[in-house]
Each structure stands twice: as C-alpha cells, then as structure tokens.
C-alpha cells in the first residue's frame, strides 16, 4: 500500500483518517499532534527544566526522543530524565532507562523507594497485599519525584501517557461517578509541579511504533502488580467500540479537557437562548430546525 501523501510504502493506516502513511509522514503527523498539544496548553515555556518520568518503557521512551528532538537546540530550556525504582524484581530495570538517556545525551537521575522509605514495593505488597500496590506505589513515586523537582530545579513533569490512557481515564472516572477528578481543572496546583503530556492525543500503537523506530532498548515488561481490574475492563470495552466507531477516543479526551477547563465550561455553558429565551446553548436547536426549515420554503 503507498503513502496517502506521497509514493513511498506505507507503513501504518489509520482508521480514524483514512491515511495510509510512510514512515516520513508518520513521524511529521505524531510530531505535529504534540506540537499541538504543548502549543495550546503552553505546556514549555522559556526558562523551563523539563523531566521526562523515564520508566524505560515504550511510552516513556517515545516522549524523551521526542522532547529531546524538539528541544535540543533550545538554549533556554533544559530537558533531564528522571527514573524512580520501586523495587518491583524482575520488572524494574533502572540501568535500561540510563542506557536510553544516556544514548540522546540527556542528563538522567534516579531515585529510589529503598533509599528514600527504607522499603522497595515488593515489601510493601508482601506486607500489605496487592489489592492497594498501585495506590501505595503512586503516592510514594509522586512524593519522590517532587522532592527529586526541588532539588534539581525542575518547572515541568513530562510523561508518555497517549489518546488511550487519557480516554480510558475519562472514562473510568465517569463510571466510577467521580465527578471532581472529571472536573478537576487542568490548571497548576500549588506545591505540584504541573504535568505536561504530549501524545495525549497520539493513539497508544502510534506511539508504540514511534518508539520502535526511534528508540533501542526499551522495556515491553508489564507490572506484575498492574491489577487495576476496572482500567483492564474500560480498555476491553473501549477498543471494541472504537473498532466500529473510530473516533470515540478522540470524543472521550476533547470531553474531559472540555470538564475540567472552568473557562470553556463558563464559556460554552448553559444559558438561555438569545431569540426565544429557552435554555441552550448560543442558539437553541429549535431555532436553529426553524432556520433550516425557513431557508428552504
Ligand atoms: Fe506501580 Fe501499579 Fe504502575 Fe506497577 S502498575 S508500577 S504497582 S502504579
């Protein structure tokens, strides 16, 4: 099959599109997506210290060649890559993150839960079970890393989370019926250096075959503690629906950025219309039917 946009072979489709793109036009479609994605958030600023949460995974992996594409020329921004180890055995590389930081010539620092709480996570789950190994690994890993932000200066916390992750997340909170993490605004918490996550509207293969091109040696180990079983049924239900109906991940993120900005939502929200005074949105539906049914009589 060729490229959409040129005559080289192609090496991805995507359904969403319609595009069949070579490995050139694949790489400019997800670089542009994140571009975009940094751009409208003003996610980097000048005088920025981004780090990378470097897990040595493909996503993780993928967001560092990216961001270090992107900013290497950039005298005044800094990019670092910050690794945690849990203690999670035969998971847990840290020298595999090194050797991916190492190869863009990124500064790398890594941090660990046995030198920071004298306890790896697999004592903690032998201890406390895994029912809540997630819960506990997360508070103690987002403790870590901004002590480690302190100390290194850092302004912006960059991770690899995709179109997937986001809409998965969405809609696990929906379910749930947790209606303050939907609208939790996407403005900065003081005290919380502020997250910043590029492929968020890049599907989750997109990113994984950016990884495969660009990256050597990342890790395609999953988490033996990894038992969210809601998040494992949501992805289960998701992918199914979005095999018939493409666009459904791209529905679920631009929902949950349009709940949690408090501008957009005053901005966009409820209000009465201005010719007929019923509730609407600018100008309700009924208008907008007897418009259409006026234009053609
Ligand atoms: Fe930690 Fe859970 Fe992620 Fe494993 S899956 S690294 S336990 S948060």
Redesign the pocket.
């Known amino acids: 099959m060729q490229c959409s946009k040129c005559r080289r072979d192609a090496i991805l489709f995507q359904r969403y599109s319609g595009l069949h793109l070579c490995e050139h036009h694949f790489n400019r479609d997800l670089e542009a997506k994140a571009k975009r994605a940094i751009r409208e958030h003003r996610w980097i600023e000048s005088g920025d210290t981004v780090a990378v949460a470097l897990?040595g995974g493909k996503d993780s992996s993928a967001v560092l060649f990216f961001l270090h594409k992107l900013l290497h020329e950039r005298r005044d921004i800094q990019l670092m890559a910050i690794t945690v180890d849990?203690g999670?055995s035969g998971?847990?590389y840290p020298e595999r993150a090194r050797a991916i930081a190492d190869s863009m010539g990124v500064p790398w620092v890594m941090a660990s839960f046995r030198d920071e709480y004298g306890l790896t996570?697999d004592e903690i789950v032998a201890r406390k079970g895994t029912g809540l190994?997630?819960s506990y690994?997360?508070v103690l890993?987002r403790a870590l890393m901004n002590r480690i932000a302190r100390e290194e200066g850092i302004t912006k916390f960059a991770y690899g989370f995709t179109l997937d992750d986001e809409a998965q997340s969405v809609l696990m909170n929906a379910l749930r019926g947790d209606a303050d993490r939907l609208t939790r605004s996407m403005r900065e918490v003081e005290g919380m250096v502020p997250r910043i996550k590029p492929f968020m509207h890049v599907p989750e293969r997109e990113v994984a075959l950016y990884a495969f091109l660009h990256v050597e040696g990342f890790d395609l180990a999953g988490?033996?503690?990894?038992g969210?079983a809601l998040r494992g049924d949501v992805r289960g239900i998701l992918d199914d629906y979005a095999y018939r109906h493409p666009a459904t991940k791209y529905a679920l993120v631009n929902l949950g950025e349009s709940l949690r900005d408090p501008e957009r939502v005053s901005g966009e929200g409820f209000r009465v219309c201005e010719r007929c005074g019923e509730p609407c949105g600018r100008i309700c539906r009924t208008c907008q039917v007897l418009d259409e049914m006026r234009e053609r009589t």
């Open positions: 897990s849990e999670i998971y847990r996570l190994s997630c690994c997360g890993r988490c033996p503690y990894a969210d």
